[in-house]
């Protein structure tokens, strides 16, 4: 009885003083959620405003059954996946890499750790215009000197090259987590397997990467997070196109906002990502937590 | 108080909303003497690509955030936005001599005989050429082409190992970029965006007629990254020597033939814009207008900015600091009266023509609800425009037949038309 008496006082204490915090946060969340929600079933769109009052689920509708829809979720999926392998895959072989011992390694490591300070849309505008431009480029101008006809990158494979520049982007976050992963690896587990007769590719198959999991999941979700809303790199290089080549739901989005000032549909359209954000979301945790806990 | 008044006049910020035209930009380098002379008036500007421009005007005057004092809008929007009163009327005095303004590009800016814009620059649409090319492949340009004949001359003069392509043209998606020269494309072959009762028309064969034109012409002759082009990127690719012909706005004369910004200055040739099938139709007029939105809290000096911005004294400043050749072209009469106007810019008298005939209310090969010539006048087109010139670019890097992109485009303005309530 005492006990609880002491207690008490504290816990109200520590209510008291986070709640305005809760508070803010909760309405800053909550009032930008309610209202998308409110445009969602509202005609609303800014170049005319005659155009007003409730729209029922036609937003949905003309949303959910547009072609470039299901292109941009596609186009989603194919970008978290690709970038996901990309960079998992090179940051494990590059943290292993440079784990070894070579000369020059910390000049390396600084090399290829920094892509990763560079901002999204500055790195796009490097890629479209310095290296990748058709005329003026870096890369055209290598082909050219060879004698070959260069490929307009961003025309051509326009999904392939935006995964191509944000597996770039964000290498260089995988490598940085898993190479600290490996360090953190015992040593004399490796020298017994070496001893053992485990050559390089067992060690890795064997120790290495079942060290590596648990980093590997943190990369992933926490890259996915970031990848599921892309934007800057697209809107910059190629801006959605050609067609709807480039466009993924964060574009579909901004496009249906700002482009067509359709804010009713860009309203429905941000519900939706909500919705398979969460998805995506607890499907991530459940993944992580079981990895976690193992 | 008389003190008072005239301190807090001093505070007065203009935040101006440009487009990273030329032509602005000189404007944006000499408003300094503007604010010389009105010492109580200081010029923030804000300077944006074209498409992000819109962007930025249309949701800022739409939701009222009063984020701007003058807008650079086009002769699409001022109708549109001043019946919606988004715009505040102008009463310029009379010694900026309205009637001097070109009669088409003054009817553009004013809604039931009230002026709500003032022009800055006018254009139509015509034909650059590099006559050093055409005469090495022993080519005359006839005064009046057909796209026919643009395509066979295009094929002649590609040389893509010397990175010199025959034909360049708007490729960017945008409804002021690709679709702006489309537009008028798909008029002189005989299509039009939509026929009455607003049904759309863009599956019809004039307009996969059109777009076949364009589409071989780019992929054949054009340069790479066609996609990306608009019309900055290709009046940089026509300046460094890139480009055999260009179709685009009258405004690239000035551009092209100034030796400081052109390295062809001494080789470029025009002709008017090339006709297709039809041969008629609207073909392009746009004039880039200075517009005070309704919201701003700074009407009167607003004013008096625009007024010096697009005043005959401008005119004159810009020659004597820039050269004649490097005046904003298409919105007064005296400009082209002017003996060193006429001496500096040959093509002046051709653009004044282009742009007294373009008509945006004539008449395309079938009745028509909507004026515009390179645009449909409505405000769903911004929408529209957007959404079609995505598909058109997507023809061009081969990931869709011409078929297929306009059977997509003519079921997605049928449902955006459906959406807004012009159609069931």
């Known amino acids: ?294 | 108080m008389g003190t008072c008044l005239a301190a807090a006049h001093a505070e007065s910020e203009l935040t101006i909303a440009t487009v990273n035209n030329g032509d602005m930009i000189i404007m944006r380098q000499l408003s300094s003497e503007f604010e010389k002379t009105h010492p109580g008036i200081h010029l923030k500007w804000v300077t944006l690509e074209e498409n992000v421009l819109r962007q930025r005007v249309t949701t800022d005057i739409a939701t009222g955030a009063g984020q701007f004092d003058i807008m650079t809008i086009g002769n699409y929007e001022v109708p549109i936005w001043a019946k919606q009163k988004w715009l505040a009327e102008l009463h310029p005095a009379a010694d900026y001599d309205m009637q001097d303004i070109l009669p088409a590009v003054r009817q553009g800016l004013s809604v039931n005989g009230q002026i709500y814009a003032l022009p800055f620059y006018a254009e139509s649409v015509m034909t650059y050429y590099r006559t050093d090319l055409f005469k090495k492949a022993g080519l005359t340009m006839p005064e009046s082409p057909t796209y026919d004949e643009i395509r066979g001359f295009a094929d002649k003069i590609t040389d893509k190992s010397n990175q010199v392509y025959g034909i360049c043209l708007r490729g960017k998606p945008g409804w002021g970029e690709n679709m702006a020269y489309v537009t008028s494309l798909v008029n002189t072959f005989g299509g039009q965006w939509f026929g009455m009762g607003w049904k759309p028309l863009i599956d019809s064969p004039a307009w996969k007629a059109a777009i076949n034109w364009y589409v071989s012409a780019l992929r054949e002759d054009g340069p790479p990254g066609a996609t990306s082009n608009g019309f900055n990127e290709n009046l940089a690719l026509f300046a460094s020597g890139h480009c055999g012909m260009w179709i685009d706005s009258t405004v690239a004369g000035g551009l092209l033939f100034d030796p400081k910004q052109s390295q062809v200055a001494d080789k470029v040739g025009f002709a008017p814009s090339p006709k297709g099938a039809y041969g008629k139709g609207p073909t392009w007029l746009w004039s880039w207008n200075l517009a005070i939105p309704a919201s701003s809290k700074h009407t009167e000096d607003a004013q008096t900015f625009i007024t010096w911005a697009t005043s005959k004294e401008y005119v004159k400043l810009v020659a004597e600091r820039k050269g004649w050749v490097a005046v904003p072209a298409g919105t007064r009469a005296s400009t082209y009266k002017t003996p060193e106007y006429q001496k500096a810019a040959p093509f002046a008298s051709f653009v004044q023509h282009a742009i007294e005939t373009a008509d945006p209310n004539g008449q395309t090969a079938q009745p028509r609800p909507y004026g515009g010539a390179q645009f449909v006048g409505i405000p769903q087109f911004q929408a529209l425009g957007t959404q079609v010139g995505q598909t058109i670019a997507a023809t061009l890097s081969g990931q869709v037949t011409v078929d297929q992109a306009l059977a997509s485009a003519q079921s997605s303005v049928t449902r955006t038309m459906r959406q807004s309530g012009y159609s069931h």
């Open chain 1, 1 to 294: 009885m005492h006990a609880t008496t002491t207690v008490r006082p504290k816990r109200s204490a520590g209510f008291a003083l986070l709640s305005p915090a809760v508070l803010i946060l909760l309405v800053w969340s909550i009032v930008p959620l309610l209202l998308t929600l409110w445009y969602s079933f509202r005609n609303y769109n800014l170049v005319d405003p005659t155009l007003q009052g409730f729209a029922g689920i036609n937003n949905y509708w003309y949303l959910l059954t547009d072609p470039d829809f299901l292109q941009s979720l596609l186009n989603t999926l194919i970008l978290v996946v690709g970038v996901l392998a990309i960079s998992v895959g090179g940051g494990t072989l590059l943290a292993v890499l440079y784990d070894q011992d070579f000369f020059g390694r910390g000049i390396a490591r600084v090399l290829v750790i920094s892509p990763f300070f560079v901002m999204p849309t500055v790195s796009a505008l490097l890629w479209k215009n310095l290296m990748l431009h058709p005329i003026y480029g870096v890369y055209s101008s290598m082909m050219r000197a060879v004698g070959l006809t260069p490929i307009d990158w961003l025309q051509r494979f326009p999904m392939a090259t935006i995964m191509m520049i944000v597996a770039w982007e964000w290498l260089p976050f995988a490598v940085l987590i898993l190479l600290t992963a490996v360090q953190s690896l015992d040593s004399e587990q490796k020298e017994a397997a070496r001893m053992d007769g485990a050559g390089a590719i067992a060690q890795f198959r064997y120790i290495i990467l079942p060290h590596l999991s648990r980093a590997i999941t943190v990369v992933v979700m926490i890259e996915t997070i970031y990848l599921l809303t892309i934007f800057a790199e697209i809107s910059v290089t190629t801006a959605g196109g050609p067609g709807v080549a480039s466009t993924n739901l964060a574009f579909l989005i901004y496009s249906r906002a700002l482009l067509q000032f359709d804010v009713g549909g860009a309203s429905a359209g941000g519900v939706i990502a909500i919705v398979i954000a969460n998805i995506v979301a607890a499907f991530l945790v459940r993944a992580v937590a079981r990895n976690l806990e193992a």
